[in-house]
């Protein structure tokens, strides 16, 4: 079921209608990557989309990307492999180095504090891009947020996979109808929705938290 938008009500713990928000990581819980990203390959020398490009249009790059993310292939390998394709001299910490303008998206973080502390489960379903040598979670800080993590790497299966939503229900202990999942990928949300789960697109819009916070029934702040 996709987003309807109700009204900013505060419902009592027992009578909210949802239980657990489950959250994506890029696009979600950071604060346009994409700019930060742009602005690296610019200081490297190179074309501004130079990274995005490479990782989604350059066959080779974009395989390695997908072994990344199931766990098939480290993030120091990915590094040394991927960035004489990428066009840097230097591939030791390329991920890490590439993220280090990255950001958090504080209302988004926001958003999940107060959830937590409403009583509501919090789960990050992230498809992941290594955690080694750059752990791009614990350099945002957000671990903390979270009471369930399903980690692509960890997991070896990717969205959208329905398997790894499914995986995701069996670890909250909760039906799909219970939960509300947010994404940025259009791609990510039918699997979810398939599993009952009412689903969120992170499309950037400003209040995008706060109407989350609405549907959830729970202060846009703690």
């Given at each position: 079921m996709a987003l309807t938008t109700p009204s900013a009500t505060h419902f009592p713990a027992a009578e909210r209608p949802f239980s657990a928000l489950i959250l994506d990581f890029v696009g979600v819980l950071t604060a346009d990557a994409g700019s930060a990203l742009r602005a690296w390959c610019l200081a490297q020398g190179l074309d501004a989309e130079a990274w995005r490009r490479t990782l989604n249009h350059d066959p080779e790059a974009s395989r390695l990307y997908t072994e990344l993310e199931a766990g098939r292939l480290s993030q120091a390998e990915w590094n040394r492999r991927v960035a004489p394709v990428l066009g840097v001299p230097e591939h030791e910490n390329l991920m890490g180095r590439a993220w280090t303008g990255v950001r958090p998206a504080d209302d988004m973080i926001t958003l999940a504090r107060s959830a937590r502390q409403a009583g509501l489960t919090v789960a990050l379903?992230?498809?992941?891009?290594?955690?080694?040598?750059?752990?791009?979670?614990?350099?945002?800080?957000?671990?903390?947020?979270?009471?369930?993590?399903?980690i692509s790497e960890r997991e070896g299966i990717a969205k959208p996979?329905?398997?790894?939503?499914?995986?995701?229900?069996?670890?909250?202990?909760?039906?799909?109808?219970?939960?509300?999942?947010?994404?940025?990928?259009?791609?990510?949300?039918?699997?979810?929705?398939?599993?009952?789960?009412?689903?969120?697109?992170?499309?950037?819009?400003?209040?995008?938290?706060?109407?989350?916070?609405?549907?959830?029934?729970?202060?846009?702040?703690?």
């Open positions: 379903l992230s498809n992941s891009f290594g955690l080694d040598p750059y752990d791009p979670y614990e350099a945002l800080g957000v671990w903390e947020l979270f009471d369930v993590t399903v996979d329905p398997a790894i939503y499914q995986l995701t229900l069996d670890r909250l202990g909760l039906p799909g109808e219970a939960c509300v999942f947010v994404d940025d990928h259009p791609r990510n949300l039918p699997p979810a929705e398939a599993l009952g789960i009412t689903t969120v697109l992170a499309d950037g819009q400003p209040g995008t938290a706060a109407r989350i916070a609405a549907l959830l029934g729970v202060p846009a702040a703690p």
